[in-house]
Each structure stands twice: as structure tokens, then as C-alpha cells.
């Protein structure tokens, strides 16, 4: 029987009561889920593929402004897409609905954009501090959605806050999907299309936890 992630269970959900939570958020949803993590990827995977063996000082310039100015935004409209459906949102636009990122362009991009510059200053040190970083910005994307009044910088500071204590079980939860991401790269990718939208929720899960928490 699947944990209920629930303020009356808040003590410390299992691992597994993130992954079954979302797991049965997405049950009789998961072609929505599935097309729309596959538009993302696409569209990732383009600007990768511009970016080329890095051989080229032109694609690579361009792959990099297409990551920086379409997919970081996209990304987090992924999120938000997927926060949405994770708080009963009818799916029906589901594929689409990581676009209207770019309704506020400015400041998904610039949110993103400070993000990347202030885990890649922190990478300069030492790369664990960057990857330190990169889990306590992980609830960003959630908190610039549900308060728009907050700054990028507010938004930032506020993951920071909510997952202080918290980055190394976000950590184990992603690690907790080791086996479903040796299976992508044994189904050349195929699978991902299926995985991705359960680790997106899995987090998700963790992070309405955490809100109820410190509520």
C-alpha cells in the first residue's frame, strides 16, 4: 500500500513514499507526462546538438545562447508543468503548458541565468560545493511559482532556507532511481521519457513535504 504524504506522516517519509506518491499522481496521466518530457527533451537535446564537439567556436556559441535563452526557462516550465499536475491541475495542456515559461520570459530567464552563474562560481572552488549548491537551489522553480510577488534573488534564498538540513536526502532520493537510469541508457533513452516525469514528481513530492513542514 502506497504511503500518504500527508502532515500527519510528516516525520520522515521513506524514500519510497516520495517515489509512490508520484508514481500514483501520474497512474492514467502518463501519455500527457510522457509528450511533454519528450517536447522538453527535444528541444535540450537540439541545442546539444548545435553546440556540437565543441570543435566549432561558432556552434558552440550558439548551442550555449540557445541553452541559456530557450531551455534554462524551458526547464523551469518543465517543473512548474509538472508542480501543476502534482496539485490536481487538469493535464489536458499538459504538453504545451512548460511554454508559458516564456509569458514571464524575463524573469524565468534571469532566475535561471543567476542560478547557473552562482553554482558555477561556487564550482570554481571545488566541483562538490558546486553540486552542493545546484541541491539548494533545487526547490527554486516550485517557490518562484507559487509566490510571484518574490525577486530571483528572494526565490533563491528562500530554497536555500527550505532545504538547509535537507540536500543530502534530496540527494539519496535521486540516487534512489540508479536502477531506472541504467535502464535509460540500456533502452538508449527511451525510458527516460518515463523516468523523468517520476523523478520530477518524486521531487515534488519532497518538496510539498518540506513546505508542510515548515509551515
Known amino acids: 500500500m502506497e504511503e500518504n504524504l500527508t502532515p500527519s506522516t510528516i516525520g520522515e517519509p521513506t524514500l519510497k513514499s516520495y517515489r509512490s506518491a508520484a508514481k500514483s499522481a ?8 510522457v509528450l511533454c518530457t519528450l517536447v522538453f527533451l527535444l528541444i535540450s537535446g537540439v541545442a546539444a546538438a548545435i553546440s556540437g564537439d565543441g570543435q566549432s567556436a561558432v556552434r558552440s556559441l550558439i548551442g550555449t545562447a540557445v541553452t541559456l535563452l530557450i531551455v534554462l526557462p524551458l526547464g523551469f516550465g518543465y517543473s512548474v508543468s509538472m508542480l501543476q499536475h502534482m496539485q490536481g491541475m487538469a493535464d489536458d495542456d499538459l504538453v504545451t503548458r512548460p511554454f508559458q515559461a516564456f509569458k514571464q520570459y524575463g524573469r524565468y530567464l534571469g532566475t535561471s541565468i543567476l542560478m547557473t552563474v552562482f553554482i558555477f562560481l561556487w564550482s570554481l572552488l571545488l566541483i562538490i560545493p558546486g553540486i552542493v549548491k545546484g541541491y539548494a537551489y533545487a526547490m527554486t522553480p516550485y517557490i518562484m511559482h507559487e509566490h510571484p510577488e518574490l525577486s530571483a534573488s528572494e526565490c533563491i534564498d528562500a530554497s536555500k532556507k ?4 535537507h540536500k543530502w536526502r534530496l540527494f539519496l532520493l535521486g540516487l534512489s532511481f540508479i536502477g531506472w537510469l541504467l535502464l535509460c541508457v540500456l533502452t538508449l533513452g527511451i525510458l527516460t521519457l518515463w523516468v523523468q516525469p517520476w523523478m520530477e514528481c518524486s521531487r515534488i513530492s519532497f518538496y510539498e ?3 508542510s513542514r515548515q509551515a
Not at 501520474?26 to 507526462?33: C, E, I, K, M, R
Open 26 to 33: 501520474l497512474s492514467g496521466h502518463w501519455v500527457n507526462a
Open 209 to 211: 513535504q518540506l513546505k
Open 162 to 165: 527550505m532545504m538547509n538540513g
